[in-house]
């Protein structure tokens, strides 16, 4: 699935792999799809390693999506979070939130 500029793939293991860049310009479609698709469930780990840039939106995206997600059960563990996101993370003091499984 792709969402403008963002390719979603999902792997064994309840693994849904995040390709592109996940940026003001992309964190409305992303978030829109990750909604839904978390809201179906089978999803354990969100993994952001092929994320090539991120920005305040994307992390605003991510942790809304994490957010609405625990409200129904386990929120899905973030796999390898690039480092800009990681810093970003660290200013904004949420990236407990992300912590990776």
Known sequence: MTEAGCRFEERDGGTLAIRGV???DT????WQFL????????ISV???SAVER??????ACLLAVLAEAGRHGPSPRVRGLPA???RLAQ??????????G
């Open 22 to 24: 996940l940026t003001f």
């Open 54 to 59: 991120g920005d305040s939106a994307g992390l």
């Open 91 to 100: 200013v904004c003091e949420v990236e407990p939130m992300l912590a990776s």
């Open 46 to 48: 969100i993994d952001l």
């Open 35 to 42: 909604r839904e698709r978390l809201g179906r469930g089978g």
């Open 27 to 30: 964190a409305k479609a992303a």
């Open 84 to 86: 800009g996101l990681r």
